[in-house]
């Protein structure tokens, strides 16, 4: 786990993250115990500063969970030790506060108009190449017959554009991912069953909605297909929530996520 140039793997840590396919910052809540007084200072001091988790086994290494900024830090007294609790966010700035006028000629490509709305959002192009071949299959390679200016909240004018071509988008780790509605990300479906990383039985609800606990397997990602391979589940399904818990002095370090039939 590090926070801006701190390292504070060495010290106990705790972590819950929270990611999903909505067009809003995914977030991780961090506990430290016993961070210096001027670790705790730097925290306290600073918004924003970059935070990256990552977890693994010894058997399988490190992978990076989550990537996003600091939003507030808080700091208590529990008996000997000083627990530090970091709230966190995923591009909460390109969310929440990042404006836009973009003028939009004749007939530019839809894929150029997301390209420039993901830059003015300061987020990385993710998954932005292959979306032009998905647009122009859906006869949306182009939406903008006359010329037009977008004006306004750049997520926003994210949110209107996907939802006018059939797109739906969210920001993962720092990059766009852009899906063709209710289409998977594209990549090898995982395979869940109890000798691959399922741990106890899934479960569905009444909106057939499978919620599951695995081991920290990197690829279970929103928008990825996972086939349950289990007697209470089977079949294919695409990833709606992931939410990862670890503790480096506990026994949590598991990823429970909620999918949908595919």
């Known amino acids: ?67 996003g900024e600091v939003r507030s830090a808080t700091h208590e007294v529990d008996g000997p030790d000083i627990v530090t609790e970091v ?15 973009l003028p939009v ?40 017959g006359v010329g037009t200016a977008l004006s306004g909240s750049a997520a926003r004018a994210m949110t209107d554009l996907c939802r006018s071509a059939g797109l739906e988008w969210s920001v993962q780790d720092g990059n766009l991912q852009i899906l063709d509605l209710n289409k998977e990300l594209a990549g090898q479906a995982v395979k869940l069953s109890p000798s691959s990383g399922l741990v106890g039985s899934p479960t569905v609800d009444g909106k057939g909605v ?11 990602t929103p928008g990825r297909l996972v086939v349950f391979d289990s007697k209470a589940v089977q079949g294919g399904y ?20 909620e999918a949908k039939k595919y």
């Open 1 to 67: 786990m590090t926070i801006d140039t701190l390292d504070v793997s060495a010290l106990r840590c705790a972590f819950k993250t929270k990611k999903d396919l909505k067009p809003t910052p995914n977030t991780c809540e961090l506990r430290i115990w016993n961070l210096s007084a001027d670790s705790r200072k730097l925290l306290s001091a600073k918004k924003a500063l970059k935070c990256r988790v990552e977890a693994g086994y010894e058997s399988t290494g490190l992978s990076q969970i989550f990537l």
């Open 87 to 101: 709230s966190t966010g995923d591009s909460d700035q390109a969310f929440n506060a990042t404006r836009l006028h």
């Open 105 to 144: 000629g004749p007939l530019v490509p839809t894929s150029v108009v997301l390209e420039n709305i993901a830059k003015k959002l300061g987020v990385g192009k993710g998954n932005l190449a292959a979306i032009a071949p998905v647009l122009a299959s859906k006869g949306k390679a182009t939406i903008f």
């Open 210 to 220: 499978v919620k599951a606990k695995a081991l920290m397997i990197p690829e279970l």
């Open 238 to 257: 695409r990833i709606q929530v992931v939410e990862h818990t670890g503790d480096t002095h506990g026994n949590d370090w598991y990823v429970e996520i």
